[in-house]
């Protein structure tokens, strides 16, 4: 049981298996690779367990992959052969589901569970980075399919006391994530684009109840639209701003890849 108070990260997980091969310009990745590879040292923690929430896992109810030893889920298509063979082999946390199960239960929040599921590559792409010698239990929670913004920072609120008990809370997502104009790399001409970015940057700081008020009416910031057609890979934001509490946010990585502003942040005290 650790008495140190886990920060909440929100991390952005590239495109498909992006950093497990060749790309055009060569170092589009190599800047969040880097970020990526050097998170845990940058944040001085050493986690009993990573609960994660991903973009790419949406279920009716808020669910818990219970499978104790999870395999990968391929969920990228048309990538080179050797990435459907990636090989990440963290152990799953059945103990830590039950504890979270209890925490949503207690909030009055409606919890299932899976069992067969693997952890899609929202989780093994970026944690491959993160924590290459797959040593750390990992337990992937759903997204709940209503996207539904202000559901999902209680939900994160309901995730809180796991900080105290060693449990780093990761949001595995894209603070831009629109395919058509990434794929047009032309985005970095948009000023709609640019305008999410930094209102983004602009709320991550702001005290508890204002964060949490801009976060759940996203949808009419700056370049909402342009920059997020669909929910998705936004609310995983949600959930770790949620968890944060009182704690206040920093944009701590941010590059431009395939034309588009891409942030990572973190929560601490």
């Not at 709320?203 to 204002?210: F, H």
Request: charged share 15%; proline share 9%.
């Amino acid at each position: 049981m650790s008495n140190v108070m886990m920060p909440t990260v929100f991390l952005p997980h590239g495109a498909g298996p992006c950093f497990f091969m060749e790309w055009e310009p060569a170092d589009t990745w190599k800047r969040m690779e880097a970020w990526l590879r050097e998170l845990l040292p940058t944040l001085g923690v050493a986690p009993r367990a990573l609960l994660v929430v991903s973009a790419h896992w949406e279920e009716a109810v808020f669910t818990l992959n219970t499978n104790a030893a999870p395999g990968l889920l391929f969920d990228y298509y048309g990538f080179p052969p050797h990435t459907y063979e990636l090989q990440w082999p963290a152990p799953g946390a059945p103990e830590l589901a039950v504890e979270v199960a209890a925490l949503l239960d207690q909030a009055g929040m409606a919890v299932a569970t899976d069992n067969q599921r693997g952890l899609d590559h929202g989780v093994f792409v970026p944690l491959k980075l993160v924590c290459p010698q797959a040593d750390i239990p990992v337990l992937q929670l759903s997204l709940q399919a209503d996207m539904d913004a202000a559901g999902h920072i209680a939900l994160g609120k309901a995730l809180a006391p796991l900080r105290e008990q060693g449990v780093l809370i990761i949001g595995s997502g894209m603070s831009f994530h629109n395919i058509p104009l990434m794929r047009s790399n032309l985005a970095h001409s948009s000023p709609a684009a640019l305008a999410f970015d930094q209102w983004l940057a602009e709320i991550v700081v702001l005290p508890e109840a204002q964060r949490n008020q801009a976060l759940t009416h996203w949808r009419q910031a700056p370049g909402a639209r342009l920059a997020h057609p669909d929910a998705e890979h936004l609310l995983p934001l949600h959930v770790v701003a949620g968890a944060a509490g009182r704690d206040l946010g920093v944009c701590a990585f941010r590059d431009v890849a395939m034309g588009v502003p891409l942030a990572g942040y973190v929560f601490a005290g």
